[in-house]
Structures are given as C-alpha cells and as structure tokens.
C-alpha cells in the first residue's frame, strides 16, 4: 500500500512540474495528441519544386522527427492580409503569456486568437540580426533560399547598447516566401546589408500578423524571451543614418530596399 502510495504522489508531482513548466515557457514536455501522431504527409514530390507548388498547409517528409501541424503552418503561410496594422510598443509581444492549458498542439487555436493571434500589428525595435531560416514543413521542406523563411532577431528600442543584449531576451519576425512573391524586397540580403550598415542594430518599423509559434513551445526551444512573433512580416520599414524616426511618425521612415554600398571618393589631381 505504501509503494502504491508513492508512485501516485511521484506521478502527480511530475505531472504538476510539467504542467508548471509548460505556463512558465520551460522546455515544456506534453505528450504529442493521436490525430498527429496519425497523420502523414508524403514525401517531397518532383512536382513541388517551389513554395508555388507547396500547399498553403505544408507538407513534410514521412519520417519528420515532430507532428506536422496543418493549422500552425496556414497561419505562417497566410500571404497578404488587408487587415488595419494596430500600433504596439515592443513590451505587448515580451509580455505576453503562453496560453496555457486551453491550447492542444494541433488543436484549434481559438486560445491564441483570444490573445490576438491573427492580429495585424506595427511595432518598432532594432533589428540585430537575420538568419537565412532552414526547411520546414510549412514551405515543404524545400531547401533553396527563395523557398524559406528569415528569421528577424528584435532587441527593445528602449533599451541600451542593442547590441548587446542577449538574444534569449529577443523577440522574433519573420520574412516568409509566400510574401516575397509579391514583396521582393523583404529578404534575408537586404535586411541583413543594412544591419550591418548600422553596425550591427538598426531600428526598424515592422508590420505583420500577430503569431504564437506554437511548434517551439512543445518541440525545439529558442533562444528568445517567448514564441509570440510577427510573422508573416507584411511591410519593414528602417530608420537611415543621421535620421530621427519614432512609432507615431511617418517622417524619415524608408521602405526596406537593396544597400548599395557608396562610391569611393574620387582622390583629387
């Protein structure tokens, strides 16, 4: 009876430790659900070639490590939205919450929407950093540069020597290829050219749907402050040099572009 009694309280304890974890954004560890365990996805066909040919919900390759979830993928991949960008300060996306125990990976999302998933938002920030992203099932697990995401490393514009700030305290955008098919310019090169322009943090104006990535929360962690992000990025907008720019301004802001670097001076005769 006391052996009996023991596993039960152990049981119970490593159940509130995970549920604990899991609220706290701590390398939570809940069991996969059946309906994604069941499902399969084929592999990569010769016919998907391109994100053009990749299904808004993804696709991935039989012996994915991780669930393919389809409704997490048609929220990265939403490609245009004509929804009115709401003007947030960065500290809206650092403090919000894991949503708890009302969300199921896979499951829908109305948990995340009631704390604004889906939301189109504008917030400023520096930008310290652009990867060149990796194949996901979202995109079909293409591997080619034009066919992945870039993922946007954000620091608090508030705060001091950006960048230096560690990235676990890092908020996180993300260009998608589905909108550089009609947005070209939001890529990984541009961003990352004017980055370093800046030496290393630019400020930037970043509007794009508000997102939980849920995949991070039950699967690989991050190194950033929590999986809320911007994502897909719709429009970037950075300050140049010598420039004064603020939230509630238009004044000074530049569409994301190219960087040309400038001519040498001609030396004189």
């Not at 995970?18 to 069941?38: E, F, M, N, V, Y």
Request: proline share 9%; with cysteine.
């Amino acid at each position: 009876m006391k052996q009996k009694l023991a596993v039960t309280l152990l049981l119970i304890f490593v159940l509130a430790a995970a549920s604990d974890a899991r609220r706290s954004g701590s390398q939570p560890i809940p069991p996969t659900p059946q309906h994604l365990k069941d499902l399969k996805c084929v592999d990569i066909k010769p016919n998907i070639s391109n994100i053009n040919d990749c299904p808004l919900s993804g696709c991935s390759k039989s012996d994915e490590p991780h669930p393919f979830d389809t409704l997490l993928n048609e929220q990265k991949n939403i490609p245009a939205s004509n929804k009115t960008a709401q003007p947030k300060d960065y500290s809206y996306l650092h403090n919000l919450p894991n949503p708890g125990n009302n969300y199921v990976e896979g499951g829908d999302r109305q948990a995340l929407r009631d704390l604004g998933e889906g939301n189109m938002i504008r917030v400023v920030a520096y930008a310290t950093r652009v990867s060149k992203g990796s194949s996901e099932t979202c995109n079909c697990n293409l591997t080619t540069m034009a066919d992945k995401d870039n993922h946007i490393v954000l620091i608090d514009p508030e705060g001091e020597n950006p960048d230096s700030v560690s990235e676990d305290e890092s908020q996180t955008a993300e260009f998608t290829p589905r909108v550089r098919l009609t947005h070209p310019t939001l890529k990984w090169a541009n961003l990352n050219a004017w980055i370093e322009d800046a030496d290393g943090a630019l400020l930037v104006r970043v509007t794009g749907l508000q997102m939980f990535d849920s995949h991070h929360l039950f699967h690989d962690p991050l190194h950033r402050h929590n999986n809320w992000e911007i994502h897909p990025v719709f429009h970037l907008e950075f300050c140049p040099k010598g420039k004064i720019c603020t939230k509630n301004s238009n004044a000074n802001w530049v569409d994301l572009k190219p960087f040309v670097k400038p001519k040498p001076k001609s030396k004189p005769h």
